[in-house]
């Protein structure tokens, strides 16, 4: 872990959707093998902060800088083939999930599809279990299908920087442990950065090694799990919670269910809610 | 006699007709039968590997577009034989390589190769605009006609032919267009006028897709009300002339003609596929394409500017051929997928093929009357893309 060199350095950028503003000095640096999570409440400007790094949307001031390279000087086709990028919501079509996953090859390709970027797509479908959907239009897949889909497609760009938009929100429980543990042994052994925004505050608390609270555009905290304190949590969301240990992993419990709204999916999908341990740290407050 | 030959007609163009149905109706069981392999024995995957499995799909596609340039290629040979004055293969052939008598030669030459020419080129033309548009629009409904292109061309016409006078009949009751020149004109200035106004719209405002198609519904019904508006006050024989013009005839462009159509056409065909990975990635959504470093707004303005352009020339050339242009990408979709590495070529010979059988199947029908080729196109094309959509839709 660690080690690595810094991919990505954001450096005070600002954004606005006309008179709103939605990114105010924006200002961390990135790691390879490093996998960060970017919380806070929905509205926040998450997902605003990754299409600026996705150069989707351009920042009104500040810089990105990818492996030293400012990304507003760098050619488009050269930061899709050093930024992979997986959008909060995404549809199926008539194409096969292997052209799917071929298109992530697009920004390498130069006229016709070589050997090596068959190779490349058959072992991301392989590594990502996808194998006998590979003749397959997209639009026949399931939620967590199509979302590992879209992942993989991310991954065949073979990007220096992936940028994940709730990659797990639409996913059963088993399809989000799958998809985090492949973010994280890809990001592991290709030595990849990648920033994830999460909602699942346990899932981010076990697959992450960094985290950004934005809260208004604004960076709130920035740092390992330490920084998941009640304290952060009841600022940017508004909400009680406690936080307790569970095989060596800090859970967040919220406190008051009926009190959060933001929160509810959390709370929902924590599976250890069931244990007793959890059951006496809650009647106990 | 006369009977005779009109039956034969009828029957070899419905068993061409036959047979391209047929095909692609095999194939698309072909590839759903596949995927219900692919569900079941997914082990079986383990002697084959992914990438010989893909190029084995690819071949498949490919043997489809092979059997299109077949298909077409006897359509043509078909369709330069048959009409008012019979010809047998032999004599085509002889014709074509410069050894005719002159009858057949005016025939061939003058009238049978540029109708098909032309019938090859706007259906190939409008069914790749057609694709092209559905794509970047994002919209299953886009086509050269329902972003008001037609209705443009048909107003630009109805001004030419009444307000300057291009255009009467004759006593005996033959419809003319005294100027075809002038009233081309004014139907492709009509007919890019529409489209230019929604680009400049989408460009200055930032209309999303959705937009731009209500744009071109709504500038087709402004131009609609404009030509009716004409037609209410012009006289008998304009009238005549209005809707005699209307009807597509792909004997109408000349040879000079079929070259302006191609010297555009194939330009923009190169155009389209050198930007086939862009359409692609459009295909999978405005952020993920932009990721993949498209520059989604201006393949967006290229792609409808040079569809439009391809249309506007077709349709002023040859009047309004309905159904090509938005039924002929879908139906390629259905068979060989959404990849427009192969649904641009693809729909482009389907286009072709389509409209060709149409064509020869509309002059020789009830010869030596012509019936509008664009009534063909819609009475044949209809059924068969909805059998092929209850047949690939139901099987899922």
């Not at chain 1, 390279?69 to 919501?89: F, T």
């Not at chain 1, 304290?231 to 992993?249: K, P, Q, T």
Request: aromatic share 8%; net charge positive.
């Amino acid at each position: 872990m660690g080690g690595g060199s810094i991919i990505l350095e954001v450096d005070g950028i600002e954004f606005s959707y006309k008179s709103i503003k939605a990114l105010k000095n924006v200002k961390f640096k990135v790691k390879g093998g490093e996998i960060t999570a970017i919380l806070g409440p929905n509205g926040s400007g998450k997902s605003t902060l990754l299409k600026c790094i996705a150069r989707i949307l351009k920042p009104k001031k500040g810089a990105i800088l990818i492996e030293k390279n400012n990304l507003l000087n760098l050619d488009s086709n050269e930061v899709a083939k050093m930024v992979g990028y997986v959008p909060q919501n995404s549809n199926g079509n008539y194409m096969t999930v292997f052209d799917a996953l071929l298109l992530g090859r697009k920004p390498h390709i130069k006229w016709n599809v070589s050997e090596k970027d068959v190779e490349i797509v058959s072992r991301v479908l392989r590594l990502m279990n996808l194998e006998k959907y590979a003749l397959r239009y997209t639009n026949q897949l399931s939620g967590g299908e199509l979302q590992k889909v879209i992942v993989g497609r991310a991954l065949v760009q073979e990007p220096k920087l992936l940028l994940l938009d709730e990659p797990t929100s639409n996913l059963d429980p088993k399809n989000q442990i799958e998809i985090m543990k492949i973010i994280r042994d890809v990001s592991k052994s290709q030595n990849i950065a990648s920033i994830l925004v999460m909602h699942d505050l346990n899932l981010a608390l076990r697959f992450s090694d960094k985290f950004l609270i934005l809260r208004n555009g604004e960076i709130l905290a920035e740092g390992d799990k330490r920084i998941i304190t009640p304290e952060n949590l009841r600022e940017v969301y508004g909400v009680e919670v406690d936080i307790i240990e569970y095989n060596g992993l800090p859970i967040v419990v919220p406190k008051d269910v009926s009190n959060c709204s933001s929160f509810e999916r959390t709370c929902v999908d924590t599976p250890v809610l069931n244990a007793k341990k959890v059951e006496t740290t809650i009647s106990n407050c | 006699m006369r009977f005779i030959e009109i039956t034969r007609s009828f029957r070899l163009c419905s068993c061409l007709l036959f047979l391209v149905s047929l095909v692609l109706g095999v194939v698309a069981k072909e590839n759903s039968r596949n995927k219900k392999v692919y569900d079941f024995k997914s082990t079986n995957l383990e002697t084959h590997t992914i990438s010989e499995k893909y190029r084995e799909y690819i071949k498949k596609k490919m043997l489809f577009g092979f059997f299109l340039t077949l298909t077409l290629f006897l359509a043509s040979i078909y369709s330069l034989c048959v009409g008012d004055y019979s010809l047998s293969i032999k004599q085509v052939f002889n014709t074509i390589l410069g050894n005719g008598n002159a009858q057949s030669n005016l025939v061939i030459w003058n009238i049978r190769l540029p109708r098909i020419f032309a019938a090859i080129v706007v259906g190939a033309g409008l069914s790749v605009a057609g694709a092209v548009m559905q794509c970047i629009l994002r919209n299953p409904l886009a086509s050269p006609y329902t972003i008001g292109i037609s209705h443009g061309a048909m107003f630009g016409a109805a001004l030419a032919i009444t307000m300057f006078g291009f255009g009467g009949a004759e006593s005996i009751g033959r419809v003319f267009v005294s100027n075809p020149y002038a009233v081309t004109f004014f139907a492709f200035l009509g007919a890019l006028i529409g489209v230019i106004v929604i680009l400049i719209l989408a460009r200055l405002r930032g209309l999303a897709p959705e937009a731009m198609i209500l744009a071109g519904v709504a500038m087709g019904s402004l131009f609609t009300a404009g030509t009716m508006l004409i037609q209410y006050f012009a006289n008998e024989l304009q009238l005549a002339a209005i809707v005699y013009w209307t009807f597509g005839d792909l004997g109408r462009p000349l040879w000079k003609d079929n070259l302006v159509m191609f010297g555009i056409g194939i330009p923009a065909f190169v155009y389209f596929i050198y930007k086939r990975w862009d359409y692609n990635a459009l295909e999978s959504g405005e952020e993920t394409a932009k990721s993949l470093g498209v520059n989604t707004e201006r393949i967006r303005l290229f792609g409808m500017l040079i569809a439009s352009l391809i249309t506007s020339v077709c349709v002023a050339l040859v009047g309004i051929i309905g159904f090509i242009g938005l039924i002929c990408p879908h139906m390629t979709r259905l068979v060989i997928g959404g990849d427009h590495r192969y649904l641009i070529p693809i729909s482009g010979l389907l286009g072709a093929t389509l409209l060709l059988i149409s064509d020869t199947f509309a002059r020789t029908i009830i010869s030596p009357i012509v019936l509008p080729v664009g009534i063909i196109t819609s009475f044949m094309g209809a059924p068969t893309f909805l059998y092929l959509l209850i047949k690939l839709h139901g099987r899922w």
